[in-house]
């Protein structure tokens, strides 16, 4: 192994920042200064919701590359090694991932969540039997957890995955099992709080037993996306060639196509479950979101962000035709900031409002973003060449 782990060493390319790439950062980055500051002067409470959005929108991603890595090492696959390197490069996002969530926290939390108003707890006794819950201090405390559980992990298993690098050792692939396992169990109960927080809680009179699985789904969906986005931009220059094949695209497109389908699975459960059972609490989210002008992008999601993408991606040609799916992923990634419009918009607006300050802050964030991704791939080889399935990674087939 370690005769292979040498002539991969010697073959792998180093990563640095195109032209584009950097371009994407820096203008983002000054788009979305700019329409921070701007709206912070002018319309301070929408900005502060299409913070949320973003915010919400790329820790997500973070969080979903390092849920990948520990699906691989869980289920010991070998054919996702030469692209696992893509997915832990997401998880550098974390720390800026985190202080922006903190931002949420702590400026902007009064002018988002009602029941940061007592006046507002004490008129309502469902929301006032939840205080115990859904109060400031233990809100403040459970991002802190959230957000240095999510760290920690990340600095274990990407670590020890960039350690092997240099070293070859097996043990640390056996270590990364055990925090993996360990990291998947805290995950679904941590983001699924963190989605009853950040997005449910808009609401504090509606509640969903499946909210935290619908939101996952997403979160699933958006980060194979960018998985699949970054790991062609790469392949396009070149940089993975020997490593990264149609097989391996091919079978990212099945992920990709397989969480489609259960992100319509979980949709569809969560609607039928409030419309059967019929409780005001439970059918009011429905009822907002199919009056004023949201019923149009109630619509798009099953049709746009299931329906489209389930025949796009059904036939075998597709997942190998590399353009097909850049455009397939780029789709994705447009809908599920729908669906997180969806989620969060229709509990401060009657109808759909043109959503410029939060394309602007998708610019920042975007940029943020591919900064510390960009940042992570220059710092450590863009695959794994210490880890002892690499050999079967580089002979799959489908």
């Known amino acids: 192994m370690a005769a292979n782990s040498n002539q991969a060493v010697a073959a792998v390319k180093p990563f640095k920042r195109s032209v584009l790439w950097n371009r994407m950062i820096w203008v983002g980055l000054f788009i979305g200064v700019i329409t921070f500051l701007m709206g912070l002067q002018t319309n301070s409470d929408r900005i502060w919701q299409a913070f949320l959005l973003n915010s919400f929108f790329f820790i997500s991603l973070a969080v979903g590359g390092l849920f990948f890595v520990s699906i691989q090492y869980v289920t010991k696959a070998g054919w996702s090694v030469v692209v696992r390197r893509i997915a832990e490069s997401l998880t550098s996002y974390l720390v800026v991932g985190s202080v922006a969530i903190l931002a949420v926290t702590f400026y902007g939390a009064k002018s988002l969540f009602p029941w940061m108003d007592s006046g507002f707890v004490a008129a309502n006794e469902l929301v006032y039997k939840k205080a115990a819950y859904l109060n400031s201090g233990f809100f403040s405390i459970r991002t802190l957890i959230f957000a240095a559980i999510w760290f920690l992990f990340a600095r274990l298993i990407v670590g020890s995955s960039v350690k092997q690098d240099q070293t070859g050792d097996v043990n640390l692939t056996h270590r990364n099992l055990k925090f993996s396992i360990g990291f998947l169990i805290l995950f679904a109960l941590t983001y699924s709080l963190f989605s009853v927080d950040y997005l449910m809680s808009l609401d504090p009179l509606w509640y969903s037993t499946i909210f935290g699985v619908y939101t996952f789904s997403g979160l699933f969906q958006s980060t194979l996306s960018f998985i699949i986005l970054i790991t062609l931009s790469l392949r396009k220059r070149g940089l993975l060639d020997g490593y990264v094949t149609d097989e391996h695209m091919h079978d990212l497109a099945k992920f990709l196509f397989a969480f489609t389908v259960f992100y319509a699975y979980i949709a569809f459960s969560q609607f039928m479950l409030i419309w059967y059972a019929n409780i005001p609490e439970?059918?009011?989210?429905?009822?907002?979101?199919?009056?004023?002008?949201?019923?149009?992008?109630?619509?798009?999601?099953?049709?746009?962000?299931?329906?489209?993408?389930?025949?796009?991606?059904?036939?075998?040609?597709?997942k190998r035709d590399m353009s097909h799916l850049v455009r397939v992923c780029v789709l994705m990634v447009i809908m599920q900031m729908v669906d997180l419009y969806w989620l969060i918009y229709p509990n401060f607006h009657e109808s759909p409002v043109l959503p410029l300050w939060e394309i602007g802050l998708f610019a920042g964030f975007l940029g943020l973003f591919l900064l510390m991704v960009g940042r992570f791939l220059e710092s450590h080889a863009i695959v794994p060449i210490g880890d002892p399935r690499l050999h079967e990674s580089l002979h799959h087939h489908t």
């Open 282 to 318: 439970e059918t009011a989210f429905f009822l907002h979101r199919s009056h004023g002008g949201w019923m149009g992008v109630s619509l798009s999601l099953p049709i746009l962000k299931f329906a489209v993408p389930f025949f796009a991606l059904l036939p075998r040609a597709a």
